[in-house]
């Protein structure tokens, strides 16, 4: 079953809504967007997720302001240069010349779709869009490998639109328990606010309310990224008696008990500094003190070499995540971050732009 083809107007519905239908709908086809001066956008999709993009929306200033993320401005001239002598688009240009690391090509690709929806989801109420169903390509345009995950696309649609999109559904939700997605791809893709929601439901099922009060995001912040995940399945809700119980229970003993209160006033401080650049050195401060007490918590040394990563200390992070995993070789999000942050360190890219021999 495909979303309807027929024209609508993005004032009755939101672009985030249109993605959430895509991935739900594992759709296969354009969704195209004609703004009220006749510009096109459009953003293809292969079973729910993105492969292509194209469009006003989607321009080479775009690409520029998200390889500047990784790229020093002398650089980018270079780059620059490159493209328009070997007609090449920016992020084709940056493979050629290998000025990047994979991982980091990737997440400046990523980075420059979700901005490109960014700028769709403030489209004006007059502008139209409607879906096409097809696999064909849009010639002239190189496809994304890999995929952009369509539900990182949706929490920016949804942080984009002026309107309270979630309204509605925070009414009938705002009270209930939240649990989220075990898909290990889609917490891997996740940055910024979005990841330290997710980390601290996936810790400990909570409400809206009770992330609200936990001062993660702004809350129109952590609402749209409530109404992302919640509209394309990765939040759902369960009683309290269903509530999967993610830790152990704590043992009576009262080092056991301090350990585990500390685990999650570190776990609360990581998730803030996540959502907020200027908590990370004190957070960082604070994990690393907590790491030094109860050494063998394996919990605790990802949390500080998470914060050392956000901090860009990325030799103490590599070394925190390895700690981690040897405390537990079964810990899954250490062994992806471990593997993430070394495909980086080793790239020629790292080492000539943060100035590693």
Known sequence: ????????????????????????????????????????????????????????????????????????????SFVDRHAVQYRLDPFGAVARLALLPPESLRAAREAFVQRGVERLARLSGTSKCRFRPGGERLKGFEELEPPVPLWNLVTAAALADPRELGKPLMQAIQAQLLTVSSDARFKASLTGPARALVDAIARQPRSVLELERLDLAPKATLRAIVYAFWSTGHF??????????????????????????LEDKVLEAWVVAEADQRRVEKASAFAVKAASIFPRNARLQYYSACLHQRAQRFEEAQNGFARALQLDPNYADARRELAKLQA?????????FFGKS
């Open 1 to 76: 079953m495909q979303p309807h083809a027929d024209q609508r107007l993005l004032a009755d519905v939101s672009v985030a809504e249109l993605l959430a239908d895509a991935y739900k709908r594992e759709f296969s086809g354009t969704l195209i967007f004609e703004a009220d001066r006749g510009s096109l956008s459009a953003i293809r999709c292969h079973q729910g997720e993105v492969v292509q993009v194209t469009g006003t929306s989607f321009s080479v200033a775009l690409a520029r302001g998200a390889l500047a993320m990784f790229l020093p401005d002398e650089t980018l």
């Open 236 to 261: 759902v809700a369960v009683r309290p008696s269903q509530a999967p119980s993610s830790e152990p229970l704590a043992s009576g003993s009262a080092r056991e008990q301090q350990e585990r209160a």
């Open 344 to 352: 980086l360190v080793e790239g020629a890219g790292f080492k000539r």
